[in-house]
């Protein structure tokens, strides 16, 4: 399994480099980049020494052995990280989730491993997925309520009140970090639970239709919930036919194969 590891994580550097080398790129740059990505500098260095003792021939650099006594010092988070980037890589070309965890184990990874890898994405999605969403249904909160606030020509103070839980739920579920989808949609029946509790004790609110509000703002909250899940999930996977289709096109050659 080490010997596996190492040569997985040596391709992917020789594979790198070359890349980045032939976009005129100088060893330094590429060196520094590397070693801002978490990688070990003895790897880095001894993959530099094999593609210049090669002359910068990708297919001899491959063939090159790793030096043995490096093994030792491969780390799980070394392979973790080279997972990932090849998990991204095979995304962008379209490869679905289902193919790449089949070849990734064909090639002998640990399933756990992969499951992490997987996850790792996923949480990197979703931030990315706040990034853009969240503002989006904030701003749609202002707008509803202004638009209560103009309708029913009621102090702008006792709107915000009243819409107080579907904001409630949006940051909630935009700031919990969670792998259960079903978390986003269970979060504001908890909010407005309490809300129609302290409603009904609370003296600004007694006057409010506690009830109508209720269920106004829990259909809000499920709304957000909602677009959370569809932004900051994976996408839905093909067909075992649409993914026959697309490989008649995009010839599926893992970047980071060990070598045999």
């Known amino acids: 399994m080490v010997d596996k590891l190492t040569e997985f994580l040596k391709n992917e550097l020789v594979y790198f480099i070359n890349q980045e080398l032939n976009k005129g790129k100088s060893i330094e740059s590429v060196r520094k980049a590397l070693l801002k990505a978490g990688h070990h500098r003895d790897m880095i260095e001894e993959v530099i020494e094999i593609l210049r003792r090669t002359e910068f021939d990708l297919k001899k650099a491959l063939k090159e052995p790793i030096s043995k006594s490096y093994l030792e010092e491969r780390s799980y988070y070394d392979l973790l990280n080279a997972i990932i980037r ?17 070849i ?12 992490e890898a997987f996850n790792e994405i996923l949480m990197k999605q979703r931030e990315k ?12 909160w202002l707008v509803i309520m202004f638009l209560i606030t103009s309708s029913v020509k009621e ?26 989808s079903m978390t986003l949609f269970i979060i504001p029946f908890v909010v407005i639970i309490v809300f129609f509790i302290l409603g009904n004790i609370i003296p600004v609110y007694q ?54």
């Not at 997925?129 to 701003?139: E, G, H, I």
């Open 86 to 102: 090849y998990i991204e890589y095979q995304r962008e070309h379209k490869v679905s989730f289902s193919k790449i965890k089949s």
């Open 104 to 115: 990734l184990l064909d090639y002998g990874h640990s399933g756990e491993v992969i499951e």
């Open 129 to 140: 997925a706040k990034k853009k969403t969240v503002p989006l249904l904030l701003l749609s």
């Open 155 to 180: 102090n702008i103070f006792l709107v915000i009140l009243g819409l107080l839980p579907a904001l409630i739920s949006l940051i909630i579920c935009s700031s919990i970090k969670t792998k259960k």
């Open 207 to 260: 006057n409010m239709e506690i009830g109508n509000l209720s269920i106004l703002n829990l259909i809000i909250g499920l709304i957000y919930g909602y677009v959370l899940t569809y932004f900051m999930t994976f996408p839905k996977e093909k067909t075992k036919k649409e993914e026959k289709s697309e490989e008649k096109e995009f010839k599926i050659e893992p970047m980071l194969k060990p070598l045999k």
